[in-house]
């Protein structure tokens, strides 16, 4: 794992296109399981244009059902990220290991790769923690720099969307 966080930094030392934008790596609009049925969504100008497209405002226009995420969502408001390379899709199954070296080979399926707020990575590799790997999520937390509050609010748009 000390490896795959090299590569993780290595991504975010490069200098985004524009230090606010979110973005595909094409410039063009991103692309997640989320708002699947939308297809490509994006590019925005600012990270809060990009969290209330993506679910912020439904918490907060329903505090009610997400009593919950109040506490986090405030945490969240006013805090500002870096922009950086993100691979999106970050998992066991997208790495591929050189097993007689002991060592990555490859890092695959980068379509939905983007300049995207920096705790997007931490969040979305969260998912295959409830997907049945949470020995990744606990190797994945050792080397990467958690987002807590921000991990919070995914997992409960996550729910809403799953639901929706």
Same mark, same amino acid.
């Given at each position: ?11 975010r030392?490069?200098?985004?296109? %524009?230090?606010? !934008?979110?973005? &595909?790596? %094409?410039?063009?609009g991103?692309?997640?399981e989320?708002l699947?049925?939308v297809?490509e969504?994006?590019?925005f ?8 497209? $993506?679910?912020?405002g439904?918490?907060?226009d329903?505090p #009610?059902?997400?009593?919950e995420a109040? #506490?986090?969502? &405030?945490?969240?408001?006013?805090? &500002? ?6 691979h999106v ?11 007689k #070296?002991?060592?990555?080979? &490859?890092?695959i399926?980068?379509e939905r ?10 969040c !979305? ?7 049945g ?5 606990e190797? $994945?937390?050792?080397?990467? %720099?958690?987002y807590? %509050? ?6 409960l748009?996550?729910?809403y969307?799953?639901?929706?």
């Amino acid at each position: 794992m000390k490896e795959l966080k090299g590569y993780l930094d290595q991504l975010r030392a490069l200098p985004p296109p %524009d230090p606010q !934008r979110v973005q &595909a790596t %094409d410039g063009g609009g991103c692309i997640d399981e989320r708002l699947n049925t939308v297809g490509e969504w994006g590019p925005f100008a600012t990270h809060y244009e990009f969290q209330m497209k $993506f679910g912020y405002g439904v918490i907060e226009d329903n505090p #009610e059902t997400y009593p919950e995420a109040r #506490e986090p969502l &405030a945490k969240l408001r006013g805090r &500002a990220w870096r922009t950086v390379l993100t691979h999106v899709d970050l998992g066991p199954h997208n790495i591929l290991w050189n097993v007689k #070296e002991k060592r990555i080979a &490859a890092i695959i399926d980068w379509e939905r790769s983007g300049w995207l707020p920096e705790y997007w990575e931490y969040c !979305r590799a969260g998912s295959f923690a409830r997907m049945g790997c949470p020995s990744w999520w606990e190797l $994945f937390n050792k080397v990467v %720099d958690t987002y807590p %509050d921000e991990f919070m609010v995914e997992r409960l748009l996550d729910s809403y969307f799953n639901r929706v």
